[in-house]
């Protein structure tokens, strides 16, 4: 069996590093030393196959127990790639958010919003054999946070992605266009380049959203991909 | 075609427990993807995640990845589980021991378990791994010789009691953890 293609070096710029000042909680947890650099083994090759058998899904999280969430309906769809443009099916995708409020559904969260009963705040999806993905949920609102004079972050959703090598996994956050605190916010401006920034924020898109019930928004995902076609072995 | 760039990481913050399931550090967990597994030797992995000024870190999530008893990752055994530390920075996986994985070339690897620890405060999660004192193989493991024989330790998890095995997570600082990336 021949050796595990390497995955693409990371592009300059398009990640966060793990010593971000501007966020205060990388000051104590980010490694002082560069992590090594390994030539991919099976290990970090494959991926766990998660199955909706094991793993329900859930892609309406603007319903709860039968009950409707408060504030703006919204879906958001796309799809998932890796960086070759290949689509990624059957991506698990966690999904999880604040309230209309601000509030998440969570004893730590003890920022003074009204808490909406009927919105729990956690979904999951998995891609189909294009890499699509979709889910409903309400448009979550700004907080507070602490981490600096009047500090709130900008309306968003965090999504936890696994691909199809363990190398691929991916936890980010998705912003909302237009949204004035963004250029305020450490965390998504910890990310250097400009385009990388741009790509962690949805798009309007009426094609998605539904007449008369929900706005819709674009969210593609792009997962690491190897640095040359892998050689299927004949054997 | 074009080639695209992978989307940038964000922190996993505060809240990330909105989608915790202690259930899944137990890789063993009856109606789980391995419920019934029988092979190999049964064991738990321990260890305290602390950060650079040795606090712990009980906000932070470990994943587990690795093969089964015998080398194998697509085998029928899902060697995946997620664990929430606890109110120690501990975290806690009910598992098997993975065998030998094949190595590149005719390398071989020792027996190892792949951790990644995701925290408020990490731009982007960390990946190490769990190797088991003792092992002769662990003598010739290729990733292994990469790392200097100085903190070759922070890779290697010691018994603590039958079937226990800790290694300890830290982020930053004295001791701190060789982290590895591809």
Redesign the interface.
């Given at each position: 069996?021949s050796?595990?293609v390497?995955?693409?070096p990371?592009?300059p710029g398009?990640?966060?590093?793990?010593n971000?000042p501007g966020?205060?909680?990388?000051?104590?947890?980010?490694?002082?030393?560069a992590?090594?650099?390994?030539?991919?083994?099976?290990?970090?090759s494959?991926?766990?196959?998660?199955?909706e058998r094991?793993y329900p899904a859930f892609a309406d999280m603007s319903v709860h127990e039968g009950r409707q969430a408060q504030g703006e309906r919204i879906i958001v769809g796309g799809r998932v790639?890796?960086?070759?443009?290949r689509p990624v099916p059957h991506c698990m995708i966690?999904?999880?958010q604040?309230c209309s409020t601000g509030r998440?559904?969570?004893p730590?969260?003890t920022h003074d919003a009204p808490m909406d009963p009927n919105f729990?705040?956690?979904g999951?999806v998995f891609t189909d054999e294009n890499g699509a993905y979709q889910f409903v949920s309400i448009k979550p609102g700004a907080y507070p946070w602490r981490n600096h004079k009047n500090a709130w972050r900008p309306n968003h959703i965090?999504y936890?992605l696994f691909g199809a090598g363990?190398?691929q996994?991916?936890?980010?956050?998705m912003y909302f266009p237009g949204d004035p605190l963004l250029p305020l916010d450490p965390?998504?401006n910890?990310?250097a380049d400009a385009?990388?920034?741009d790509?962690?924020v949805c798009g309007l898109d009426m094609d998605i959203g539904r007449e008369e019930w929900a706005l819709g928004y674009r969210f593609d995902?792009?997962?690491?991909?190897r640095d040359a076609t892998p050689t299927e072995n004949p054997s | 075609?074009?080639?695209?760039?992978?989307?940038?990481?964000?922190?996993?913050?505060?809240?990330?427990?909105?989608?915790e399931h202690p259930e899944w550090a137990d890789l063993l967990r009856a109606g789980?993807?391995n419920d019934g597994y029988a092979k190999g030797e049964r064991i738990s992995l321990t260890g305290q995640v602390t950060?650079?000024?040795g606090?712990i870190?009980p906000d932070a999530v470990v994943?587990l990845?690795q093969?089964d008893p015998a080398g194998d990752?697509?085998a029928g055994f899902?060697?995946?589980g997620r664990s929430r530390c606890d109110a120690e920075g501990r975290f806690h996986f009910t598992t098997v021991k993975p065998g030998a994985?094949?190595?590149?070339?005719n390398a071989t690897?020792a027996p190892?378990v792949?951790l990644?620890i995701?925290?408020?405060?990490?731009?982007?999660?960390?990946s190490t791994?769990l190797y088991f004192s003792g092992e002769p193989l662990n003598e010739t493991d290729?990733?292994l010789a990469?790392?200097p024989a100085e903190r070759r330790g922070t890779l290697i998890a010691r018994p603590t009691a039958p079937g226990v095995w800790s290694l300890d997570i830290r982020?930053?600082?004295e001791g701190?953890?060789?982290?590895?990336?591809?």
């Open positions: 069996m050796d595990p390497g995955y693409l990371v592009a398009s990640q966060a590093p793990l971000s966020y205060g909680s990388t000051h104590k947890r980010h490694p002082k030393q992590a090594i650099r390994i030539a991919p083994t099976l290990t970090e494959v991926a766990p196959r998660m199955l094991d790639l890796d960086e070759n443009g966690e999904i999880w604040a998440y559904h969570h730590l969260d729990k705040g956690e999951r965090h936890s363990f190398a996994r991916l936890v980010t956050q965390v998504f910890a990310v385009g990388a920034r790509r962690l995902f792009v997962l690491r991909g | 075609m074009s080639k695209l760039i992978a989307t940038a990481s964000q922190t996993i913050g505060p809240y990330w427990s909105l989608i789980g993807p950060d650079g000024d606090a870190c994943e990845w093969a990752y697509e899902q060697g995946y994985v094949k190595g590149r070339g690897q190892h792949t990644s995701f925290a408020r405060g990490l731009m982007n999660h960390v791994r290729p990733v990469q790392v982020l930053q600082g701190e953890t060789v982290f590895l990336e591809v």
